[in-house]
């Protein structure tokens, strides 16, 4: 018999940036969201990119 192992993990949205750039469809409709993933062990952060024009995170450009 095989047992299964359960993990609660929580996401939190932290904060969202419009506007950055896709390479793929050529426009200005990126976005990055900055999440906070809580689960017993701990925290960490992270950023996720997502372009809303071809719903996808390839080609968004996040500029330093």
């Known amino acids: 018999m095989d047992h299964a192992r359960v993990v609660s993990v929580r996401i939190e949205h932290l904060e969202h ?3 950055l750039w896709c390479n793929t469809c050529m426009l200005s409709t990126g976005m990055r969201f900055t999440v906070a993933v809580i689960s017993r062990s701990g ?3 992270q950023d996720r ?3 809303y024009e071809h719903e996808g995170s390839r080609g968004v450009v996040v500029e330093s």
């Open 17 to 19: 940036e419009h506007g």
């Open 43 to 45: 925290m960490h952060l």
């Open 49 to 51: 990119l997502w372009c």
